[in-house]
């Protein structure tokens, strides 16, 4: 396959496994693509042709560097020795014991290459371990010291796979070597990637200095950063390019601020940039993955010296010995400070399990075993390379499954496990641990409350030239709200249709029966033709269909209304490019009539509201202001003709825009000054406004 297209392919396949995780949230999006991965394989008989050198580049570099530049400071850096500790001496306990394990499980792999695949199953996901390790409510120290262990153990886990390699490759290893090799990588490594960094950060601060303040410029400088530092570190010094990059990842995290005195929205470029980034490299090694399983399938299912199922038992018993080691590292660990966090030997026992099922693998290990040679130093076949993939394929695999299926069943936590690529900020949530304890508002609380000071002033600014522009905006912002306090619902409840969703249900029936009454009057009055009839029926039955989806699960009529949904759409595009400038008598008509039968839903909603025992039950004024809003805003289209947009209109919307973005600001500034919410939420929220004011100013660029 063409690198171009196999490029556009992984990419297609990385979005489309993300959509299907949307609809699977306890399902890692690794798995859905490794599973499409293998799809592809299979169906389309796609293959990947891959080289050690670029592939170690190409993703490797990148992810090491990014999880540099995410390492969170404070409890971290206080754990530095533990985490060091664990970084290098569990990873190599890891390879002894698990190499030698291996190789006495399947003698026909050589010692080395089991040292090497031990190696390279050391790694644990940082994100993954992250998220494992907060649902298995592992101590705070505990959980320090294995996020922060696994954000570093690639590079001792990758070191330790390159020799076991080599001694492979060439047949030749010697213990006084390695150690003097690994001090001399390690070191020279180390040393050259802060090196190369800090020379990296004075050019771009004297470029700043010069005013060269290119944002775009300076973001692409920092993406290539990694490639840089790998290729001058393992070409020029012979050293660890793998090193390198983790410490340069680590300088740029420790001085990234100076640059914000120069570009503010430098930072904001820039992380979203390294986002997107690793969430495609990530995406695109499972895939690899999962088009690389059936090569290795077939390798293993004729491997003459091993059946299938005892190669299913062999990924177990390496996955279960990999987990042995790292619970019996992290309970020696546990025993070892008891004294200053004293627990009961059971509940240490349990913490050592829920640390062993944590240690996920992923895309670090995928890299690696993927860049195993095909051959030997002597031209020969290198042994058992399919099934060294097949085994870290299925380890990856198996210790995803386990810690889904596993972790929930000890801790009766069930939330999706993250992987790398999916945004999270590791720093920022060890700072908000500090206030965890403070009364405050989160973030959901936060934007409603923002979200109700900008619609507060957009109502205060409507008046009879604008009331169009207002009503629309109105009704952004309270679809926002809804949504929110939709979401609070919906986690404090469990089976039981949310108490908002469902007061908004029968208060949207109750419209909805006076619409449906208006127009039955309409029709037996023979105010309205026909036509207008049967438009208003069928507009009626698709708002039945929205009314039947909420609060539900999946179901035929969520199919109904995306089809509606595509079929309305459809028709607003066609009109936008094929515009009519003359109404026919019955569009003018329908327009009268959705006209009344939207007041008639006001009215319906009104007359229900006052009644006594409805009075009692004090409905959600939200629910109820945002029903109101959206037939206000109905109306207002009806009486301008439809849904088209003038210029005039375009203004004042972007005018009202600006005033609610700058009503939300104040809002945080607010909440700040009455100590509500931490400064790391206002800055998460401010940068957001900035976003969207971003967006208004290039809406408002492709206009002009």
Same mark, same amino acid.
């Given at each position: 396959?063409?690198?171009?297209?196999?490029?556009?392919?992984?990419?297609?396949?990385?979005?489309?496994?993300?959509?299907?995780?949307?609809?699977?949230?306890?399902?890692?999006?690794?798995?859905?693509?490794?599973?499409?991965?293998?799809?592809?394989?299979?169906?389309?008989?796609?293959?990947?042709?891959?080289?050690?050198?670029?592939?170690?580049?190409?993703?490797?570099?990148?992810?090491?560097?990014?999880?540099?530049?995410?390492?969170?400071?404070?409890?971290?850096? /206080? !754990?530095? +020795?533990? @985490? *060091?500790?664990?970084? =290098?001496?569990?990873?190599?306990?890891?390879? %002894?014991?698990? &190499?030698?394990?291996?190789?006495?499980?399947?003698?026909?792999?050589?010692?080395?290459?089991?040292?090497?695949?031990?190696?390279?199953?050391?790694?644990?996901?940082?994100?993954?371990?992250?998220?494992?390790?907060?649902?298995?409510?592992?101590?705070?120290?505990?959980?320090?010291?294995?996020?922060?262990?696994?954000?570093?153990?690639?590079?001792?886990?990758?070191?330790?796979?390159?020799?076991?390699?080599?001694?492979?490759?060439?047949?030749?290893?010697?213990?006084?070597?390695?150690?003097?090799?690994?001090?001399?990588?390690?070191?020279?490594? /180390? !040393?050259? +990637?802060? @090196? *190369?960094?800090?020379? =990296?950060?004075?050019?771009?601060?004297?470029? %700043?200095?010069? &005013?060269?303040?290119?944002?775009?410029?300076?973001?692409?400088?920092?993406?290539?950063?990694?490639?840089?530092?790998?290729?001058?570190?393992?070409?020029?010094?012979?050293?660890?390019?793998?090193?390198?990059?983790?410490?340069?990842?680590?300088?740029?995290?420790?001085?990234?601020?100076?640059?914000?005195?120069?570009?503010?929205?430098?930072?904001?470029?820039?992380?979203?940039?390294?986002?997107?980034?690793?969430?495609?490299?990530?995406?695109?090694?499972?895939?690899?993955?999962?088009?690389?399983?059936?090569?290795?399938?077939?390798?293993?299912?004729?491997?003459?010296?091993?059946?299938?199922?005892?190669? =299913?038992?062999?990924?177990?018993?390496?996955? %279960?010995?990999?987990?042995?080691?790292?619970?019996?590292?992290?309970?020696?660990?546990?025993?070892?400070?008891?004294?200053?966090?004293?627990?009961?030997?059971?509940?240490?026992?349990?913490?050592?399990?829920?640390?062993?099922?944590?240690?996920?693998?992923?895309?670090?290990?995928?890299?690696?075993?993927?860049?195993?040679?095909?051959?030997?130093?002597?031209?020969?076949?290198?042994?058992?390379?399919?099934?060294?993939?097949?085994?870290?394929?299925?380890?990856?695999?198996?210790?995803?499954?386990?810690?889904?299926?596993?972790?929930?069943?000890?801790?009766?936590?069930?939330?999706?496990?993250?992987?790398?690529?999916?945004?999270?900020?590791?720093?920022?949530?060890?700072?908000?641990?500090?206030?965890?304890?403070?009364?405050?508002?989160?973030?959901?609380?936060?934007?409603?409350?923002?979200?109700?000071?900008?619609?507060?002033?957009?109502?205060?600014?409507?008046?009879?030239?604008?009331?169009?522009?207002?009503?629309?905006?109105?009704?952004?912002?309270?679809?926002?709200?809804?949504?929110?306090?939709?979401?609070?619902?919906?986690?404090?409840?469990?089976?039981?249709?949310?108490?908002?969703?469902?007061?908004?249900?029968?208060?949207?029936?109750?419209?909805?029966?006076?619409?449906?009454?208006?127009?039955?009057?309409?029709?037996?009055?023979?105010?309205?033709?026909?036509?207008?009839?049967?438009?208003?029926?069928?507009?009626?039955?698709?708002?039945?269909?929205?009314?039947?989806?909420?609060?539900?699960?999946?179901?035929?009529?969520?199919?109904?209304?995306?089809?509606?949904?595509?079929?309305?759409?459809?028709?607003?595009?066609?009109?936008?490019?094929?515009?009519?400038?003359?109404?026919?008598?019955?569009?003018?008509?329908?327009?009268?009539?959705?006209?009344?039968?939207?007041?008639?839903?006001?009215?319906?909603?009104?007359?229900?509201?006052?009644?006594?025992?409805?009075?009692?039950?004090?409905?959600?004024?939200?629910?109820?202001?945002?029903?109101?809003?959206?037939?206000?805003?109905?109306?207002?289209?009806?009486?301008?003709?439809?849904?088209?947009?003038?210029?005039?209109?375009?203004?004042?919307?972007?005018?009202?825009?600006?005033?609610?973005?700058?009503?939300?600001?104040?809002?945080?500034?607010?909440?700040?000054?009455?100590?509500?919410?931490?400064?790391?939420?206002?800055?998460?929220?401010?940068?957001?406004?900035?976003?969207?004011?971003?967006?208004?100013?290039?809406?408002?660029?492709?206009?002009?």
């Amino acid at each position: 396959m063409a690198i171009i297209e196999a490029v556009i392919l992984l990419i297609t396949l990385v979005i489309i496994a993300n959509i299907i995780g949307h609809y699977l949230p306890n399902l890692p999006v690794s798995l859905i693509e490794i599973g499409l991965g293998l799809m592809v394989a299979l169906v389309f008989a796609v293959k990947i042709p891959l080289k050690t050198d670029w592939f170690m580049l190409v993703f490797v570099a990148p992810l090491l560097f990014n999880d540099g530049r995410r390492f969170p400071k404070k409890e971290l850096w /206080a !754990l530095r +020795g533990p @985490i *060091i500790g664990n970084a =290098i001496f569990l990873v190599f306990a890891t390879t %002894l014991i698990g &190499g030698l394990a291996i190789h006495w499980l399947v003698p026909a792999l050589p010692l080395a290459a089991s040292f090497a695949l031990a190696a390279i199953l050391s790694p644990t996901d940082p994100v993954a371990v992250q998220s494992i390790s907060e649902q298995a409510d592992l101590p705070p120290r505990v959980l320090h010291l294995v996020s922060g262990e696994s954000l570093i153990n690639d590079a001792s886990g990758l070191i330790s796979f390159k020799y076991g390699i080599a001694a492979a490759v060439t047949g030749y290893f010697s213990w006084q070597q390695a150690a003097g090799d690994f001090l001399y990588i390690s070191i020279v490594g /180390a !040393l050259a +990637g802060m @090196i *190369i960094m800090l020379i =990296i950060h004075f050019i771009r601060l004297f470029m %700043l200095q010069q &005013g060269f303040e290119d944002v775009m410029f300076h973001t692409i400088l920092q993406l290539v950063t990694p490639f840089i530092i790998y290729l001058i570190v393992e070409d020029l010094f012979h050293a660890s390019g793998v090193i390198a990059v983790v410490v340069a990842g680590i300088i740029s995290h420790s001085s990234r601020n100076i640059f914000l005195d120069f570009l503010p929205e430098l930072k904001l470029v820039t992380e979203q940039t390294w986002s997107i980034s690793v969430y495609l490299l990530n995406g695109i090694v499972f895939l690899i993955l999962g088009i690389e399983l059936p090569v290795a399938m077939h390798n293993t299912v004729h491997n003459p010296l091993i059946n299938t199922s005892e190669e =299913i038992l062999l990924v177990l018993a390496v996955w %279960l010995i990999l987990v042995i080691v790292r619970g019996l590292w992290t309970l020696a660990y546990l025993l070892y400070t008891n004294q200053t966090n004293p627990k009961t030997f059971r509940e240490n026992i349990k913490i050592a399990v829920l640390s062993g099922l944590s240690g996920v693998r992923g895309a670090i290990t995928m890299a690696g075993v993927l860049s195993v040679p095909t051959v030997l130093a002597d031209g020969s076949p290198f042994p058992q390379r399919g099934l060294m993939l097949f085994i870290a394929a299925g380890v990856i695999i198996v210790s995803l499954v386990m810690a889904v299926v596993l972790i929930p069943k000890l801790t009766k936590v069930k939330a999706p496990i993250e992987m790398r690529g999916m945004q999270r900020d590791l720093e920022a949530e060890a700072a908000a641990e500090d206030e965890a304890a403070a009364d405050l508002l989160d973030e959901t609380n936060a934007k409603i409350y923002m979200y109700k000071v900008a619609a507060s002033m957009v109502e205060s600014q409507r008046h009879i030239d604008n009331n169009r522009a207002a009503l629309d905006l109105l009704a952004e912002y309270q679809l926002m709200i809804r949504r929110l306090e939709s979401q609070q619902s919906e986690a404090s409840t469990s089976d039981e249709l949310p108490p908002l969703i469902a007061e908004e249900l029968i208060l949207r029936q109750v419209a909805f029966d006076g619409e449906r009454q208006k127009l039955e009057a309409l029709w037996a009055e023979k105010a309205i033709s026909a036509k207008s009839y049967r438009h208003g029926k069928r507009k009626l039955r698709q708002k039945q269909v929205m009314l039947s989806v909420i609060g539900t699960s999946f179901n035929w009529h969520h199919v109904q209304l995306q089809v509606y949904r595509a079929w309305s759409i459809s028709k607003r595009f066609l009109t936008h490019l094929w515009p009519r400038h003359t109404k026919s008598p019955s569009e003018t008509e329908w327009q009268l009539t959705e006209r009344e039968m939207a007041k008639a839903g006001i009215k319906q909603l009104s007359y229900f509201l006052k009644q006594p025992e409805n009075r009692q039950r004090h409905y959600n004024r939200q629910v109820i202001y945002q029903i109101i809003v959206r037939y206000r805003n109905q109306i207002e289209n009806m009486k301008n003709g439809g849904r088209s947009k003038t210029a005039i209109y375009e203004r004042q919307l972007q005018k009202l825009r600006i005033k609610a973005l700058t009503s939300e600001r104040v809002a945080i500034q607010e909440l700040l000054e009455q100590h509500k919410i931490s400064w790391q939420l206002a800055d998460e929220l401010r940068k957001n406004i900035n976003y969207s004011e971003n967006a208004l100013i290039l809406a408002r660029t492709d206009t002009e």
